[in-house]
């Protein structure tokens, strides 16, 4: 009789893993023959364009948004009110190196919140420093009236590009409120990424609201290296640094995250969330960084519509705004749902480019979880290359459901990290720098992992 129970259960099992196979194939032959997401892509990049939280831009891609969600007949289609910054580049950045008589011009761009030069610009002696704690060591004396330069470049060492983003990326946050507390006049910041070339990076600095502020800028790789070689070669009294910015900040705006969902048929009331961030930086198209996260994300459903795959909880696809410079969108969607006491049992972010995918990374879990995770899914995942199921980061969008929704599921989609970084806040983000393949591959990975958790919990 036990064996007879023993024999039954494992023939379920299998059963239950063939019925798997065969659906993560049908999602997979639905994203690649039939898939919608790239040429979505190719309207939000060319017809809409760059879409910084406040702006007209943005505006328009909540409104296409919105309508694209409903032209695929999704159950819920709706916004959620978020008030979100309003911040400007205003005209084009100037800057060069003064050396003697001579004017040598780099590219940089305003960090974002930064606040302006003044109208005729600043000029000043500047320092070269690379950590924050290095501006505090040299102190008010050597810092004060200059322009600081952080020039600390991404280590190399790193597998993933991600973790080199992280191990500097403190320059560019809190580089400027440190470096103002000594009285530096300005800031300069070596873009963060680890090739060479004359794009500069711009990306959010903190800045306190209240207080005064200094304008910050980033200087591209190539500008960073030419500026320090000029340093360590002359006195530097010698060599001086110009730099014009017009930026500025407006009073907020009110915005909107875009909401997409499939209802369940068993659970109405518990979510499966996939989603990344509509609004992008003022440079560029925002192709990568997160057009492809969001259309991807509409996509999943999409492709569960299409297939009439009825998920027995309810799954949703937003498109969060004011990523880039507030995280106002992922805030105001963790605040409904504890509101609206939901229960999520897990929350999928793409928020690292539309390239190959390589798996997932899920957040503060054990190691044991992730054992089971990997026994059970990594079979049917590895024939799609998307099987590497880790623990990690997952998302800024999604990070305050952890807060506000107890028992939830982290998860970030891992695309391959190794030429995020080389167009990550330029104005190289374009639609051309995306893969059509590549894109579609991730779309059905992300549908993929996210039926596997509406069939069999986590």
Not at 70 to 97: C, N
Not at 120 to 128: D, F, S
Request: glycine share 10%.
């Amino acid at each position: 009789m036990k064996l007879k129970l023993i024999l039954s259960a494992l023939l379920f099992t299998s059963q239950l893993h063939a019925q798997d196979s065969l659906t993560i194939r049908k999602i997979y032959d639905e994203a690649l023959v039939n898939g919608k997401c790239y040429e979505n892509l190719r309207y939000l990049c060319k017809n809409i364009g760059p879409r910084l939280s406040g702006s007209v831009n943005a505006q328009k891609s909540v409104e296409w948004s919105k309508k694209l969600m409903e032209s695929y007949g999704f159950d819920k289609v709706y916004l959620q009110e978020v008030m979100v910054p309003h911040w400007v580049r205003g005209a084009k950045e100037t800057a060069y190196i003064i050396d003697g008589k001579n004017r040598i011009p780099v590219p940089i761009v305003a960090l974002g919140m930064s606040v302006a030069t003044p109208k005729e610009g600043i000029t000043a002696n500047i320092i070269e420093v690379r950590s924050l704690k290095e501006v505090e060591e040299l102190g008010e004396k050597l810092i004060k009236g200059k322009i600081v330069f952080f020039n600390r470049p991404f280590d190399q060492k790193f597998i993933s590009t991600g973790e080199a983003y992280g191990g500097v990326g403190d320059q560019r946050f809190m580089g400027p409120s440190i470096a103002l507390k000594y009285g530096a006049v300005g800031v300069v910041v070596r873009s963060l990424t680890g090739t060479l070339d004359d794009y500069p990076h711009t990306g959010a600095t903190l800045y306190d609201k209240n207080g005064k502020n200094i304008p910050a800028a980033a200087i591209s790789t190539r500008g960073a290296d030419k500026l320090s070689a000029m340093l360590k070669m002359r006195k530097m009294p010698l060599v001086k640094f110009y730099f014009k910015q017009d930026c500025q900040m407006l009073p907020d705006v009110l915005s909107y995250n875009v909401v997409g969902e499939l209802t369940g048929t068993d659970h109405p009331d518990k979510f499966i969330t996939v989603g990344g961030h509509l609004d992008s930086w003022d440079l560029s198209e925002g192709a990568h960084d997160d057009g492809t996260g969001v259309l991807q994300s509409a996509e999943v459903l999409r492709i569960f519509k299409v297939l009439n795959y009825k998920p027995k909880n309810s799954v949703r696809a937003v498109f969060f705004m004011n990523e880039e410079n507030g995280h106002n969108g992922g805030t105001k969607y963790a605040e409904l749902a504890a509101q609206h006491k939901e229960e999520h049992i897990a929350a999928i972010e793409t928020d690292e480019g539309g390239f190959t995918p390589r798996g997932f990374s899920f957040e503060d879990v054990s190691p044991d979880f992730m054992r089971k995770i990997n026994s059970k899914w990594k079979p049917l995942l590895e024939p799609y290359e998307v099987d590497r199921l880790t623990i990690g980061h997952s998302g800024t969008d999604i990070g305050p459901l952890k807060e506000k929704v107890p028992g939830v599921v982290l998860i970030g989609f891992r695309p391959d990290s190794q030429r995020y970084f080389d167009i990550h806040h330029t104005a190289n983000d374009v639609f051309e720098n995306v893969n059509k393949r590549e894109l579609e591959l991730g779309a059905a990975g992300m549908a993929s992992l996210i039926y596997l958790i509406d069939q069999h919990g986590l």
